[in-house]
């Protein structure tokens, strides 16, 4: 049954489909008057012209990247024709590659199974449903679709190989009597190909299974036998041997690859991981000097080696020495190189010296400057470390080189703001051409940061054009709602545009003490007083938990927070953050509530904390000194 999208694309395409299948239909001979058996005929044909047509609209659908209307015409021309096994295997294919859920899933590879079946003579089918069962762990199919494959295909190699694999994984998951089907499988392969490694490994994953050790090292020595001079076999039998938990075999290959080709830095790190997993940190720590010293062996290299040392090295905090050591020595070898400055950065901001950290990462960009998130992340060095006006200055550099950037540009004016250089901040923020914004979030939360550095710069006017601009961008941009009805509050004025504002704000986010606090202060200029007592009392408990960190030093690790994984150090990016000491505030208004309400030791009580937070706030100070003259 043709529903949903399909029934109005036949609607849209209106009398043009309808011509379409009616030249369909008589290209077929079949419009002409009919009974009996002609007609059942005539209807199956007609199914099948129908199933066509539709099935040339998928094609179209598909060709336009147009997958939900693909996949729904895909249905409709099925559902025309269930007959038709090409569109059952494009069916089948189309849920198994989507796998909506499991139950689609294993319909889908019912479907591909049972064409594949009717049809065994398309290999690439077959190839792909062996590859697609593999991959879903549906073992016993995948085992059916190669034995199909190597009787339909049986002088393919491919197939065979298939096979082979097929007969493995099921000796693996526990019936051996596969275990010599796969072995002469693989033999047969090896007369067609001749040894290599690919090979031998699944043999010996064959003999594994058994336990036969004796067999698998007689596998090995055949293939180093056939390619003594390769480094590469060397290095390929040494990892197997290393996978089978015999370290002095390994490490005899490990050997024989290195003197074969001595500037095999993939060798080289593979026994100066074996010494490590030994636990022999001396001959790791001289296999790394080594390598770090030769001219011939790759920097990557170089460098796998150093982060696996200094790993290991801060796992033991008494070893740090050793890998200052390590990176003077590859600093000296190569000055020039981006990536051994960024993996010093990094280390060095895992220690904890994040100052450091820094200088690094500015040789790092000064080495290769192309990536912003390097920028951002020496920023966030300097700044975590409350060197504000070094990571300014590098923002200031970066913001250059990036000028359409919009988060480098907001987080130089936040780090500004947070030095409380506020007309800099101003300066930075203003600069920025708008044009260069598309997305109406993003210009939404520009003009909120923007809206922030003009009120803290003292032009409160500016501060709240650029807010209502805010909300034009985005309705939704919560934060720029409750600053706008602050403001609107603060100055009396649509305060009932004030009061929708912040409840739509305060219903998204109902724990955020700016909206709390700003609820309170909306409900206080509305006259409603109990309302604002209720709203002002939670905005001062949560003022008091906030008390417990200072506010600046968490803005700061807001915008400078560096993550410490295992590998990288340094972060990827920040985003613009403004710090809002709002608690000398939110005291202040709890004063104006108390003293309205008539209760004026709470309010003085709420002023002196205000004034603690705030000592050169005047207007606090005249309200305090009211209040007491009263008493």
């Known amino acids: 049954m043709i529903t949903g999208n399909i029934r109005e694309m036949i609607k849209s395409k209106g009398h043009k489909m309808m ?97 594949f079946s009717q049809k065994p003579d398309d290999y690439f089918k077959g190839a792909e449903l062996f590859s697609l069962t593999s991959r879903h762990y549906r073992f016993a199919d995948n085992l ?23 007969y493995l994984v099921a000796a693996m998951r526990g019936d051996t009597t596969y275990l010599g089907r796969a072995v002469a499988l693989y033999d047969s392969l090896e007369t067609a190909y001749g ?12 003999h594994a299974v058994r336990k036969d050790t004796a067999a698998i090292v007689g596998e090995l020595s055949h293939l180093y036998r056939e390619s003594p001079g390769s480094s590469e076999t060397s290095m390929q039998i040494g990892e197997i041997y290393r996978s089978l938990e015999m370290p002095d075999s390994a490490l005899k290959y490990f050997d024989t690859a290195c003197r074969l080709d001595s500037a095999n830095g993939q060798a080289i790190l593979m026994r100066a991981n074996l010494y490590l997993e030994r636990g022999d940190s001396a001959t790791f720590d001289k296999e790394v000097y080594r390598a770090i010293k030769s001219q011939d062996l790759e920097v990557k290299t170089k460098l796998d080696l150093v982060h696996s040392y200094v790993i290991m090295q801060l796992k033991d905090s008494l070893n740090r020495s050793r890998a200052d050591e390590i990176f003077d020595v590859i600093l000296d070898v190569n000055p020039g190189e981006y990536d051994v400055h960024r993996l010093y950065a990094d280390y060095l901001a895992a220690t904890g010296e994040r100052y450091r950290a820094g200088e690094q990462m500015l040789y790092a960009v000064g080495l290769d400057g192309s990536n912003r998130e390097d920028w951002l992340g020496t920023a966030q060095l300097f700044a975590s470390v409350d060197s504000l006006s070094r990571a300014a200055s590098v923002l200031d550099e970066a913001r250059h080189r990036f000028p359409d950037d919009l988060q480098m540009t907001t987080v130089e004016a936040s780090i500004y703001y947070l030095d409380k250089q506020f ?39 500016d501060g709240l054009k650029a807010y209502e601009r805010a909300v034009a961008a985005n309705p939704f941009n919560y934060m720029a709602l409750n600053n706008v009805a602050y403001y609107y509050a603060d100055t009396d004025t649509l305060l009932d545009v004030a009061d929708r504002y912040i409840k739509t704000a305060i219903r998204h986010e109902p724990d955020n003490i700016s909206f709390i606090d700003t609820y309170a202060w909306v409900a206080f200029k509305q006259g409603d007083l109990e309302t604002a007592r209720r709203y002002i009392d939670r905005a001062i408990d949560q003022a008091d938990f906030d008390m417990e960190e200072d506010s600046v030093d968490a803005a700061i690790d807001s915008v400078a927070e560096v993550v410490v994984p295992d590998t990288v150090i340094v972060g990827e990016a920040v985003e613009p953050v403004v710090a809002r000491e709002a608690s000398s505030e939110v005291y202040d208004h709890a004063g104006d509530i108390y003293d309205r309400i008539g209760d004026s030791e709470r309010a003085l009580r709420f002023w002196k904390k205000a004034l603690d937070l705030d000592p050169e706030n005047a207007v606090i100070k005249e309200k305090i000194a009211k209040i007491k003259k009263k008493k």
């Not at 209307?69 to 021309?77: H, I, N």
């Not at 598309?438 to 710069?457: F, I, P, R, V």
């Open 19 to 115: 011509l379409g299948l009616l030249a369909a239909l008589l290209l077929a001979g079949l419009w002409w008057p009919a009974s009996g058996a002609r007609l059942r005929d005539i209807d199956r044909r007609a199914e099948k012209a129908k199933a066509a047509y539709i099935f040339m609209q998928s094609l179209d659908a598909f060709n336009g990247a147009d997958n939900n209307l693909y996949s729904e015409l895909l249905d409709a021309a099925y559902a025309a024709d269930p007959s038709d096994n090409h569109l059952k295997w494009l069916k089948g294919e189309l849920q198994v590659l989507l796998a909506v859920d499991s139950a689609k899933t294993a319909d889908g590879f019912r479907m591909m199974m049972e064409s």
């Open 144 to 166: 059916r679709v190669a034995e199909m494959l190597k009787r339909g295909f049986p002088g393919r190699n491919e197939a065979t190989h298939m096979l082979a694999n097929a």
């Open 195 to 206: 040894p290599n490694i690919v090979l031998t490994n699944s043999r010996i994953r064959a």
């Open 423 to 461: 007309d800099k901040a101003v300066d930075v923020i203003c600069a920025f051409d708008t044009a260069a914004i598309t997305d109406k979030e993003e210009l939404s939360q520009y003009y909120s940061s923007k809206g922030d550095m003009l009120n803290a710069a003292g032009r409160r006017a």
